[in-house]
């Protein structure tokens, strides 16, 4: 069974960076593939960015395309959500899971999808 786990929230002023990383084990196939979502208070969630273990460009939300970057490191089994240019409306909690559909314009769970416990981003001042 899949387990991810995401590590490196906290708070950050605006403008500012953060790097998110998601560690992952018990996938069953070579090929997967990887989401970041987020779910602010009273929001719905909503998808951030994606990657697979193909060698595909990551989709990104338009939301964050040109302050997010997601990469990966199939040795050591992460994938890290580099964030830039934060804004307060970045702030949620931001979750990492397997399964997912993968898209140009970022994530959509699939059904059969995997989640880790979340961790808080908060953008203040």
């Known amino acids: 069974q899949a387990q991810l786990a995401e590590h490196g929230g906290g708070l950050v002023q605006p403008g500012g960076s953060l790097r998110l990383s998601c560690t992952h084990s018990g996938f069953t196939r070579a090929y997967y593939a990887i989401g970041w979502f987020r779910q602010a208070p009273g929001k719905e969630r909503e998808g951030v960015s994606c990657?697979?273990?193909?060698?595909?460009?990551?989709g990104y939300a338009d939301s964050v395309k040109g302050r997010f970057s997601m990469s990966k490191d199939n040795v050591e089994n992460i994938v890290y959500l580099q964030m830039a240019e934060l804004k307060p409306e970045d702030t949620a909690v931001y979750y990492c899971?397997?399964?997912?559909?993968?898209?140009?314009?970022?994530?959509?769970?699939?059904?059969?999808?995997?989640w880790g416990p979340g961790t808080q981003v908060t953008v203040s001042s």
């Open positions: 990657i697979t273990s193909a060698e595909y460009d990551p």
């Open positions: 899971a397997s399964d997912v559909v993968c898209a140009r314009n970022g994530p959509r769970p699939s059904g059969y999808d995997s």
